[in-house]
């Protein structure tokens, strides 16, 4: 059996586009706080979602990765603020969250974008999709604020 030794990550050469160095990155995500409150299952993917654009330095297509990642976030906070959720889509969790208000019309459209993304992706049909970091960045703190809002509030 051949072992195979992956090299150590070095910059995507696409990085310094949008940053001098990985000690940059920090700036790009430091105000992304996973909300007290927040259920353990979506800490974690808030997590996993504000570290893949700092890796994006190393691996620029992990930008994406953090939008579509961010999604599943969102989607766990609105099967639990939304009445009747069952095993609704994600594009009806939205549209229903814009119509009772859990969502603004611009976050539903934010999501619906990224959710476009993502379907588009895990489906299949986009075979590969890269988002800079300044792009990605906005849209995870999207899923951020959504998150947020329905912690804080009473359901």
């Known amino acids: 059996m051949t072992t195979q030794r992956l090299p150590?990550?070095?910059p995507d050469e696409r990085a310094h586009y949008f940053v001098g160095s990985y000690a940059d990155m920090h700036d790009l995500v430091e105000d992304l706080v996973v909300p007290a409150g927040v259920t353990e299952a979506a800490a974690t993917?808030?997590?996993t979602a504000r570290e893949l654009p700092r890796q994006s330095y190393h691996c620029y297509e992990f930008s994406t990765v953090a939008v579509m990642h961010?999604?599943?976030?969102?989607?766990?906070v609105l099967r639990g603020r939304i009445p009747d959720a069952?095993?609704?889509?994600?594009?009806q969790l939205i549209k229903q969250g814009a119509a009772?208000?859990?969502?603004t019309v611009?976050?539903?459209?934010?999501?619906?974008?990224?959710r476009q993304i993502r379907n588009g992706m895990a489906h299949g049909q986009t075979?590969?999709?890269v988002m800079p970091p300044a792009v990605a960045v906005p849209m995870v703190t999207t899923s951020f604020t959504i998150v947020s809002e329905p912690c804080a509030a009473p359901a």
Do not use: C, N, T
Not at 70 to 76: C, F, M, R, T
Not at 100 to 103: C, E, N, P, S, Y
């Open 8 to 10: 150590f990550p070095v």
């Open 45 to 47: 993917v808030l997590r």
């Open 70 to 76: 961010s999604l599943i976030a969102v989607e766990i």
């Open 86 to 91: 069952g095993k609704k889509l994600l594009h």
């Open 100 to 103: 009772d208000g859990v969502l």
């Open 106 to 114: 611009w976050q539903a459209e934010y999501l619906d974008y990224g």
């Open 127 to 129: 075979a590969h999709a």
